[in-house]
């Protein structure tokens, strides 16, 4: 047997409620009914105890006159058989009756149901069943006076033997299936309402099973939700909570997989620009070393040294690719933890300029610092630091034409270090701006906007600072631009 999905067990509760509450509706009806009809036959018969009490001598001096008490009860129950006469004395104590031989079960009656009726108490007011060790019924009683003076009183029991076994017989036919007809017609209509009103009530519950049932994989990506309704303040519907919080997680898990898709492909995009530029280097390093193999006789010592120059040259661009891919390697997978220190800016700054004097010179570029004084120490990791203004100095001078220049520029803003890397080359193409920082193009297409690893190696070392550089817009070239925290005014970032 299969197990009850979420709605059908609801469904079943539900209707297992409705079928106790109709039940407990009927139970209530069918009581204010019962209580309803004692009191009509307790109001209907209000002076029958005062008329008995009046009519005829039931005692006297001497005693109750039990001929008389028992022709005179004989003769109303005649009349009315479903009453029952008694005669009780001042204490309750039943003195006459025309009850069958072992029916009465009482030889006296609790008056203060008498005394209540008596005074006026609202109906129905049940007393004591002589015929009935427990039974209590409706009644009617009235004080008997004997020469001025309260002897006792007359009760009578309203409903009595032969009342109860002719309702029980009648209601065991016609008047029982007219209930019963009652209460399946309106247990079926408390049903078909209910079923009415549990799919309007469930109806998020079903509308939310369906978006669930609906999010899955289309073309690669998850299927889009409609948005539903936001929850009002203080708004306490749970389903429309829940529907909202869904909606908004496959929103997200839409948004992550859209991005996980885009860096898959500037992932698969950086591997072909790498083979591309491995290829390159490699083919040439290749060619020129077979080169010399199979001509190094006939070779003279100038070729030979120049052939061995490219071959060199090949390889170290090989090396230096091979090292920024370690590098980036360890950077995005969290093989580097920060060093932080506490350093001059200015003096890193020129020491890279050192490094790099030789090279522009050659290009007869000039390298130009604007550095203020006054300037406060930052706080960083000072290898990092130095490999970012090294790969942005490269990335200038190599793009750069002969005759430009370089400029490094630094300025203390708010508790901060600003660093600007500018060059007279021909800039960065609109269309690159966007994915400079994700996707270097192949090194060896000799484009002019390509920056290649190192602006890679620059944006991920800057992440590891909580930074960011930027590409500023410039009149000439391109602008670089990143800051770093002043020693002792911001929390130490961490450290992958």
């Known amino acids: 047997m299969n197990r009850l999905t979420l709605s059908q067990r609801l469904s079943v509760v539900f209707c297992a409620l ?8 009927a139970w209530i009806q069918m009581r204010s009914t019962r209580m309803h009809e004692q009191e009509t036959v307790q109001r209907l018969s209000r002076g029958l105890a005062e008329h008995i009490a009046r009519r005829g001598e039931l005692m006297d001096t001497g005693g109750m006159r039990e001929g008389e008490v028992r022709a005179l009860f004989g003769k109303l129950m005649a009349v009315n ?5 008694y005669l009780l004395d001042d204490q309750g104590r039943i003195l006459g009756h025309d009850a069958p031989d072992g029916h009465l079960k009482r030889d006296r009656v609790d008056l203060a149901p008498v005394q209540a009726l008596l005074a006026g108490a609202a109906l ?30 007359i009760y009578v029991v309203l409903v009595g033997e032969q009342h109860e076994a002719l309702a029980a017989n009648v209601a065991a036919s016609t008047s029982l299936r007219t209930t019963l007809w009652s209460l399946a017609i309106v247990a079926g209509v408390g049903l078909l309402a209910g079923v009415i009103a549990f799919r309007w009530v469930t109806r998020p519950l079903r509308q939310l099973t369906d978006d669930i049932q609906a999010f899955d994989m289309e073309a690669g990506a998850p299927a889009r939700l409609p948005a539903p309704r936001a929850p009002r303040p203080g708004e306490r519907d749970e389903l429309t909570i829940l529907q909202h919080s869904f909606t908004h997680m ?14 898959d492909l500037q992932r698969r995009e ?15 390093l290749h060619g020129y070393l077979e080169t010399l193999a199979l001509k190094d006789a006939t070779l003279s010592p100038e070729e030979r ?7 060199l040259s090949q390889s170290n661009k090989v090396g230096r690719l091979a090292q920024a891919l370690f590098e980036l390697a360890r950077l995005e997978h969290g093989g580097v933890v920060l060093d932080l220190q506490a350093f001059s800016l200015p003096d890193l700054v020129q020491d890279v300029f050192q490094k790099f004097e030789l090279a522009a010179q050659a290009r007869r570029q000039s390298l130009r610092a604007g550095i203020p004084a006054g300037l406060p120490a930052v706080e960083a990791d000072l290898g990092l630091i130095e490999r970012v203004l090294t790969n942005l100095l490269d990335n200038a001078i190599r793009h750069t034409p002969e005759g430009g220049h370089v400029q490094v520029t630094l300025q203390a803003v708010a508790g901060e270090v600003q660093v600007s890397v500018s060059d007279t080359g021909p800039g960065i193409a609109p269309e690159r701006r966007a994915q400079l920082f994700s996707t270097p193009p192949a090194l060896g297409s000799q484009r002019p906007d390509s920056g290649g690893l190192g602006l890679l190696i620059v944006h991920r070392i800057l992440q590891l600072h909580h930074r960011r ?3 500023a817009d410039s009149d000439e ?10 020693a002792g005014r911001h929390p130490r970032p961490s450290g992958n």
């Open 124 to 153: 129905p007011i049940l007393g004591d069943d002589p015929r009935s060790l427990g039974g209590r019924k409706v009644f009617n009683a009235a004080p008997l006076v004997v020469q001025g003076r309260q002897v006792g009183y």
């Open 469 to 471: 550089i930027t590409l």
């Open 81 to 85: 058989p479903s009453v029952e006469v």
């Open 477 to 486: 070239g391109a602008r670089f631009e990143f800051s770093l925290p002043a």
């Open 270 to 284: 950086l591997v072909a620009n790498i083979s591309h530029d491995l290829r390159t280097p490699l083919s040439s």
């Open 305 to 311: 040294q120049r052939y061995l120059a490219i071959a």
């Open 18 to 25: 409705l079928l106790v509450c109709c039940g407990a509706l």
């Open 250 to 263: 496959a929103q997200r898990i839409g948004e992550q997989w859209q991005q996980l898709r885009q860096q």
